[in-house]
């Protein structure tokens, strides 16, 4: 069924450490993978996502990498900053439309 | 451009009343998305619209819970003899061209809804 599962649900960094955060999905046919970065009481912001055919994307200090053969995703932050601090969704789109989110995790980067 | 908007940003009802929370999409935007968010925890998906048809409703938790969205841009959800259990963040997302999943959704700033 519809299910993603994340890892850890909250995350404490010294600045200037990496973060690293692990989404695992069920459905094979997934083909879409995006993370979204959440500040207390704002939106969502999509921060970066990946598609079935690319194994790894970056984009200045975040990176998503790909494993389809194990069906799991991971978020990497370098060098975080205080401004890091929020709550990161990850995501996958199974059919055409709608995204199955994870459960969050609350990421504290301690300056 | 202006983003996805909503309104109101917070509403306070009683129990057993029935309230309506707005969407404005992006314009140009031709699907739509509904989400709810329980306190701490993640998205979970409502509805979908391609234009003004539904095509997948699954996700609506009861039958006092419609929405409807008019003229391929504003959308409404209505939460009928609304419960304590309704209250939650409810976010609106849109997406263009086709709503295709892999389609980037941009999210609105969602509507606080608290059920006394």
């Known amino acids: 069924g519809e299910n993603v599962e994340q890892h850890p649900s909250t995350l404490s960094v010294q600045e200037g450490d990496s973060a690293v955060i692990k989404c695992t999905y069920s459905?094979?046919?997934?083909?879409?993978f995006p993370w979204y970065k959440q500040e207390l009481g704002k939106r969502p912001q999509l921060i970066i996502d990946i598609r079935s055919n690319v194994g790894e994307k970056k984009d200045q200090r975040i990176a998503v990498t790909l494993n389809k053969t194990a069906k799991h995703f991971s978020l990497h932050i370098t060098e975080t900053q205080p401004e890091d601090s929020a709550v990161y969704f990850c995501a996958e789109a199974y059919s055409s439309y709608k995204l199955i989110f994870g459960s969050g995790t609350r990421l504290l980067v301690r300056p | 451009g202006a983003g996805v908007s909503q309104s109101p940003s917070n509403k306070v009802t009683e129990k057993g009343k029935d309230v309506e929370l707005r969407c404005d999409p992006i314009?140009?935007?031709?699907?739509l998305y509904w989400y709810r968010q329980s306190l701490g925890q993640g998205l979970e998906f409502l509805i979908y619209f391609q234009g003004n048809s539904a095509p997948d409703k699954s996700g609506l938790p009861s039958d006092r819970f419609s929405a409807e969205r008019t003229g391929g841009s504003v959308s409404t959800l209505t939460i009928q003899r609304t419960q304590q259990e309704d209250s939650a963040v409810y976010l609106c997302a849109s997406s263009f061209p086709g709503g295709r999943g892999t389609d980037t959704q941009y999210f609105g700033p969602g509507t606080r809804l608290t059920v006394l």
């Open positions: 459905d094979s046919a997934s083909n879409y």
């Open positions: 314009s140009g935007h031709t699907a």
